[in-house]
């Protein structure tokens, strides 16, 4: 069964930092990308940040990009997310999803349970 | 402004059909590119509900079914029921944003 358990969400201050983790379970993790989605309070699902399987190729949604950083631990089947100068426009939860390919694009197989960052002064 | 557009709400009694519009533009949905669709039920996250355009993930029941057409994508759903009540999300790729892109979701109201 595939699980995949996010942590270290929690309050923090504009321009502040915050490392979110992901634990991945029941699939072969180094084979997989694996991407965070978010989603405000009340609001949709926005696509953040994906990582190859190897950890090589990196993607950033633009409203990220140069703040956030994405990195994978195969050894330890984990997923990160280094968030820094952080924004209020950037509370909300944070699904760690898992990856698979389609014949024309691609989709998020799994989802964990999130985990809630709040940026507030 | 989502990329991908939805209704933000559709309705229907217990047991009837009802349909979820994505639609989207020649970057995305009209360059080919599949779309997906979520479920994410009150206070849990989000779940896949049909992948590449019109397929099942096993354990889905076979009252929801996907079609692509040119730039529009459609979710339905038969024989509702009140469980199903639920936000539901399409997802593409867009081609000139380089990047996976969801609609604004639809909230689905059993009554």
């Known amino acids: 069964e595939v699980q995949l358990l996010e942590s270290g969400g929690g309050l923090v201050q504009p321009g502040g930092s915050l490392r979110l983790s992901c634990a991945a379970s029941?699939?072969?993790?180094?084979?997989?990308?694996m991407n965070w989605v978010r989603q405000a309070p009340g609001k949709g699902l926005e696509w953040v940040s994906a990582?190859?399987?190897?950890?090589?190729?990196?993607y950033y949604a633009d409203s990220v990009k140069g703040r956030f950083t994405i990195s994978r631990d195969n050894s330890k089947n984990s997923l990160y997310l280094q968030m820094n100068s952080l924004r209020v426009e950037d509370t909300a939860v944070y699904y760690c999803?898992?990856?698979?390919?389609?014949?024309?694009?691609?989709?998020?197989?799994?989802w964990g349970q999130g985990t809630l960052v709040t940026v507030s002064s | 402004q989502s990329v991908l557009t939805q209704p933000p709400s559709v309705s229907g009694a217990p047991g009837q059909r009802v349909t979820i519009s994505c639609t989207g533009s020649?970057?995305?949905?009209?360059?080919?590119?599949?779309v997906h669709w979520y479920q994410q039920l009150p206070g849990t996250a989000p779940k896949l509900l049909i992948f590449?355009?019109?397929n099942r993930p096993s354990g889905v029941p076979d009252r929801f079914s996907g079609s692509k057409s040119g730039t529009s994508a459609s979710l339905a759903i038969t024989g509702l029921q009140a469980e199903d009540e639920a936000a539901y999300y399409c997802?593409?790729?867009?081609?000139?944003?380089?990047?996976?892109?969801f609609g604004g979701g639809t909230q689905l109201t059993v009554l």
């Open positions: 990582v190859s399987g190897s950890g090589v190729n990196t």
């Open positions: 999803a898992k990856e698979a390919v389609g014949y024309n694009g691609w989709y998020f197989e799994y």
């Open positions: 029941g699939f072969t993790f180094s084979n997989n990308a």
């Open positions: 020649s970057s995305n949905i009209g360059s080919g590119y599949d």
């Open positions: 590449g355009n019109s």
């Open positions: 997802q593409s790729y867009d081609s000139s944003l380089n990047e996976g892109v």
